[in-house]
């Protein structure tokens, strides 16, 4: 089984920035892939940022330029570093290992944009 927590969301004001951390644990064998995805109210869950075990990045065109997408493959941990956040970018963040064709979620990090 794979277990994900992630930490470091919370309240910040346009403009500002958070850091993002997703620690993988359990069965995990090396090579796969590791994602945030985030879910407003109302809406569908949606890719954020995306990295592949070979380290090919891959961002939504809505956080091109302000988020960056990194891994510690010695540490099994995602991170997501989060800057010039708008309101719109409120949503809970989710973390995710897809591994063998297999979809693992952490329980999501509420991050709140607001003045």
């Known amino acids: 089984q794979v277990q994900l927590v992630e930490s470091g969301g919370g309240w910040v004001q346009p403009g500002g920035s958070l850091r993002l951390s997703c620690a993988a644990s359990?069965?995990?064998?090396?090579?796969?892939?590791m994602g945030w995805y985030r879910q407003a109210p109302g809406k569908q869950r949606e890719l954020v940022a995306r990295?592949?075990?070979?380290?090919?990045?891959n961002y939504a065109d809505f956080v091109k330029g302000r988020f960056t997408i990194s891994r510690d493959n010695a540490k099994n941990t995602v991170y997501l570093q989060m800057n010039s956040l708008k309101p719109g970018d409120t949503a809970v963040y989710y973390c995710?290992?897809?591994?063998?064709?297999?979809?693992?979620w952490g329980q999501g990090t509420q991050v709140t944009v607001s003045s």
């Open positions: 995710n290992i897809h591994q063998s064709g297999v979809d693992y």
């Open positions: 359990g069965s995990i064998f090396s090579i796969y892939a």
């Open positions: 990295i592949s075990s070979r380290f090919i990045l």
